[in-house]
């Protein structure tokens, strides 16, 4: 008995760190994460199974990892095994998808028809090349875990456990965010929990966290990224908080590459950190980004080594994560145009420019209104006016409030140069990375453009900022109701788009 007593102790010491580390978080931080867990459940019960983006594909990669314990193939075949093609067929999801006049089954006894319908059907003959097949494998291991928590159930029931998998991770993002906020701003409390909630309550932040995809571990990645850069500049560059870092980072990758876009700006923070530490601490901070660096690529060479010992997959798959056109199947491009065109993706073309989206305006066509909301498969919204209206009176001051906040704080934002350098070269990698298979696309000459307003969502930890900016600009006396207006301004968009959801798939 005495030879399992350290054990027990070390256990118990660990697990009395977590729960003082989590007690150690404010109340109010941990009240925004429980929000964000709600919201993510209800959007979750709201929407009709496969009524996210890419949600089939995601859930055919997850039971087949679950039921085989492999990866997706590159072998052309089937994606989805046979209970999910059936469930599909039963669902009418070909028909309802993209098509607002039309409503998934939902009563009863349509729900009865469609477990006979999927009953005793092999789940383990799917896992062929799809859309998603290319995806580094943590957050589908994450689900097959939930997949395989509920043994013998349909694979409906898997799918809403799955769902809540990611609604859980949507409450942690939130938790990050409003970790973020709180170094950034230390002496304003409110603007901690206006930002989080301005997260938590985000139409397409909640929509995401109600489905299958492995977005919604890259924005958690993202947001624990963001929070250990701010909290590294704050109070000095550690080995734990290198190994934070490294892994945050880390695990990023191996959930979709778009995690890599933000790589240049951790090794600038990196750099900038050890600069910046005092001569004595020098030596540890080199160590600490050592750490970071080691633990960072240590994961990458993990997966990639798998790829080809475990799974017989190639070493590095497509670092897009995505399928995309090959530029030779259209025309070639010159770096001026291909410049041109990353810009006019994310702001409004120079007079010089020549014009890449005649028909459109990316900035605010695809971006302003599908980050406040365009649901389903991009198949229902708001309406025009709506967006009209809350970017002149809801975007417009807070953006105000958001630069009398810097003009206020414009002593401290000189100290904090380099650290804003960062955030905004992870902002520049981002949408290098968003525009670079758009614009491949663009040559080819496809039909569809390859962006959707949910790719910057990873960067919600800086919308929470400005929101929190904004808060902070009202001054200290007007920052209470400004706060209450923001966040409650918040919940009824998000309130008014599950009504419009309810409206989509069951009026």
Same mark, same amino acid.
């Given at each position: ?13 660990? =697990? ?9 978080i ?7 994460a ?20 890419? *949600? ?9 990892? +679950? *039921? ?18 059936? @469930? ?21 006894? @349509? ?6 319908? #999927? ?23 994450? *689900? ?5 928590l #509920? ?12 769902r ?20 950034? =701003? ?15 309550f @985000? ?19 993202? +947001?624990?990224l963001?929070?250990a ?32 876009? /933000?790589?240049? +700006? ?7 950190? #050890? ?17 970071a ?45 291909q ?31 599908? /980050? ?26 807070? =953006? ?15 100290r ?18 968003i ?6 696309t ?17 960067l ?9 900016l ?5 001054g ?14 918040a919940?009824m ?9 309810i409206?989509?798939?069951?009026a």
């Amino acid at each position: 008995m005495g030879a399992h007593r350290p054990c027990r102790a070390a256990g118990d010491g660990a =697990l009395s760190r977590l729960r003082d580390g989590w007690r150690r978080i404010p109340r109010a931080g941990r009240a925004c994460a429980l929000i964000a867990l709600v919201n993510g459940i209800v959007w979750a019960l709201l929407i009709p199974p496969y009524h996210v983006p890419d *949600e089939p594909v995601h859930v055919a990669y997850t039971q087949y990892l +679950a *039921e085989t314990g492999k990866l997706p193939t590159h072998d052309p075949g089937p994606e989805y095994s046979t209970e999910q093609q059936v @469930q599909l067929a039963a669902l009418d999801f070909y028909a309802v998808t993209g098509n607002r006049g039309d409503k998934p089954p939902w009563s009863s006894l @349509q729900q009865e028809r469609l477990e006979d319908a #999927t009953d005793g059907k092999r789940r383990d003959d799917g896992g062929h090349k799809s859309v998603a097949s290319n995806n580094p494998p943590l957050y589908y291991m994450a *689900e097959a875990v939930a997949y395989r928590l #509920t043994p013998g159930a349909s694979l409906m029931t898997r799918l809403y456990a799955m769902r809540l998998v990611s609604a859980l991770m949507a409450a942690l993002t939130v938790l990050f965010v409003f970790l973020f906020v709180r170094e950034l =701003l230390p002496a304003s409390p409110w603007a901690w929990t206006v930002g989080a909630l301005a997260v938590a309550f @985000q139409p397409m932040f909640g929509f995401e966290s109600g489905g299958v995809n492995n977005d919604n571990l890259l924005y958690l990645c993202s +947001a624990a990224l963001f929070f250990a850069l701010a909290r590294a500049f704050r109070r000095g560059l550690t080995v734990r908080r290198g190994a934070f870092i490294g892994l945050a980072l880390g695990a990023g990758v191996l959930t979709k590459f778009t995690m890599a876009a /933000f790589a240049p +700006a951790v090794g600038l923070a990196l750099l900038v950190l #050890t600069w910046r530490a005092a001569p004595e601490d020098r030596r540890a901070a080199f160590r600490a980004a050592g750490v970071a660096v080691a633990l960072g690529s240590a994961l990458l060479l993990m997966y990639v080594a798998a790829n080809s010992v475990v799974w017989g997959r190639p070493l590095l798959q497509d670092a897009a994560g995505v399928s995309t056109p090959s530029p030779g199947a259209g025309r070639a491009g010159g770096l001026r145009e291909q410049l041109s065109y990353y810009w006019q993706l994310f702001l409004p073309r120079l007079p010089f420019m020549q014009d890449h989206f005649p028909h459109a305006v990316p900035l605010w066509d695809t971006w302003f209104t599908g /980050f406040n909301g365009r649901f389903g498969w991009l198949d229902y919204d708001f309406g025009r006016p709506f967006y009209r209206w809350i970017g002149w009176l809801v975007y417009l001051p807070l =953006l105000v409030l958001a630069g009398v906040g810097l003009y206020r704080s414009r002593a401290a934002l000189g100290r904090r140069l380099l650290e804003l350098a960062v955030y905004a070269l992870a902002v520049l990698g981002l949408v290098v990375a968003i525009a670079r298979p758009s614009y491949t696309t663009f040559l080819s000459g496809a039909a569809f453009p390859f962006f959707q307003p949910r790719y910057i969502l990873p960067l919600l930890p800086l919308f929470a900022a400005i929101v929190a900016l904004a808060v902070r600009g009202a001054g200290r006396r007007a920052a209470p109701f400004v706060g209450t207006v923001v966040v409650m301004l918040a919940l009824m968009h998000t309130l008014f788009a599950q009504l419009l959801t309810i409206t989509r798939y069951y009026a």
